[in-house]
């Protein structure tokens, strides 16, 4: 299938690799570059929580990731955050992802939708674990401050990329057809119901997430456990591969159960593994626990995208990605600035772990009870 994938299609899966790859590498240390700066654990959740607010409302800044490399100021720090596009979850953050899933389905058959999605997923996921591992030996011979200046030049070089794509990868509307009324948010009347649903599901999801994003985890097996940097990279290697594999499975699985099936029910256990984590006696356990974890944890990632682009018209889906996206990253923005008050009392460190599973459990139960009925016309066809 990715052998006949067009050129506009395999020029968003590098620079989906591209931009992942930056996203690992610097959620790894990320925590650890704050803190060495001077500032508490509230202040850096705080800083995080600020990051991901700036990135729902903002579009490629080139030189503001350069400024955590050249500052201590928590000021400078602060606005650099929200005006600049940072991940520190590892993640997807900004305005790339909506418009990438646009152009994807623009640009592939909808029955092929979900299983390249899912090898989209799969190119984030490895991006990312190798972007974790080369943070994790760039800090055995350089330091922290080394992996920020890589993010700033791997955005000069997603700048260039996107500049190659083509017309095509746009919508063109059929003249045809009656277009679909339109409100400011960008979706009709008949979708917007839908779309703002998902959205406050999302939002629910990705709030619950925040409380555990890779930054934050990775500071908390040092707290637990005294792990460094180099290790954590390793670990979060390993962890980002299983994640990533996982999601072909997840192709197959919704071919045959369906999109909101397979988004549940492998999202659920998913999250009481999560509650495990912080349960574990010593060191291995708990980095098996995790690798565990995220061998199921990303099922439902194209499952998701593959589901909200088909439940829209084809005009709609870089609004409804954006809807969804905003939702998503405003819910996990909250987090952060909560979960560096517990990181902060050695006492609470593990809290975030279980706010983060109950909510995501609650989550898959009100996603399931209102949408396992709701099929995209290609399920409900076969």
């Known amino acids: 299938m990715l052998h006949g994938l067009a050129r506009d299609g395999a020029l968003l899966f590098v620079t989906r690799f591209t931009r992942l790859f930056s996203y690992g590498a610097l959620s790894v240390v990320l925590v650890f570059y704050l803190t060495s700066l001077g500032l508490s654990e509230s202040q850096t959740g705080l800083l995080l929580t600020l990051t991901l607010l700036g990135d729902t409302a903002v579009s490629l800044v080139l030189m503001t ?20 596009v940072i991940s520190p979850s590892g993640n997807e953050v900004g305005p790339f992802l909506p418009i990438e899933q646009a152009a994807l389905s623009q640009v592939v058959p909808a029955g092929s939708r979900t299983e390249v999605f899912a090898w989209y997923t799969l190119t984030g996921a490895l991006a990312t674990a190798a972007g974790s591992l080369a943070a994790g030996l760039v800090t055995l011979v350089a330091s922290e401050r080394a992996v920020v200046l890589l993010y700033a030049a791997l955005g000069l070089l997603l700048a260039f990329l996107f500049r190659r794509l083509t017309p095509a990868a746009e919508v063109h509307p059929d003249a045809s057809a009656s277009p679909a009324p339109r409100t400011r948010i960008g979706v009709g009347s008949s979708s917007r119901a839908i779309v703002l649903r998902l959205s406050a599901l999302f ?64 999202h659920l256990p998913s999250n009481i593994l999560l509650m495990l984590v912080p349960l574990m006696p010593n060191l291995t356990l708990a980095t098996l626990v995790l690798l ?46 909560l979960a560096g008050l517990l990181f902060a009392r050695p006492s609470l460190i593990n809290v975030p772990f279980f706010i983060a599973g109950t909510l995501k459990i609650a989550y898959d139960l009100l996603l399931y009870r209102a949408f396992v009925r709701m099929e995209p016309s290609e399920e409900a066809m076969r």
Do not use: H
């Open 292 to 337: 565990v974890r995220f061998s199921i944890s990303q099922m439902d990632v194209p499952t998701r995208q593959s589901y909200t682009m088909a439940i829209v018209r084809p005009e709609e889906r870089s609004a409804a990605a954006g809807i969804t996206g905003v939702a998503r990253t405003t819910g996990a923005a909250i987090a952060p600035v």
């Open 65 to 84: 990731p350069i400024v955590p490399a050249i500052t201590r100021n928590f000021l400078f720090l602060v606005i650099a955050g929200t005006i600049g």
């Open 203 to 266: 939002a629910l999801d990705a709030f619950g997430g925040g409380f555990v994003i890779q930054s934050l985890a990775a500071y908390w097996f040092y707290l637990r456990f005294g792990v460094k940097p180099a290790t954590l990279g390793g670990i979060f290697f390993g962890a980002n591969v299983f994640a990533g594999f996982s999601a072909l499975v997840a192709s197959r699985l919704a071919a045959r159960f369906g999109l909101v099936r397979t988004m549940v029910f492998t």
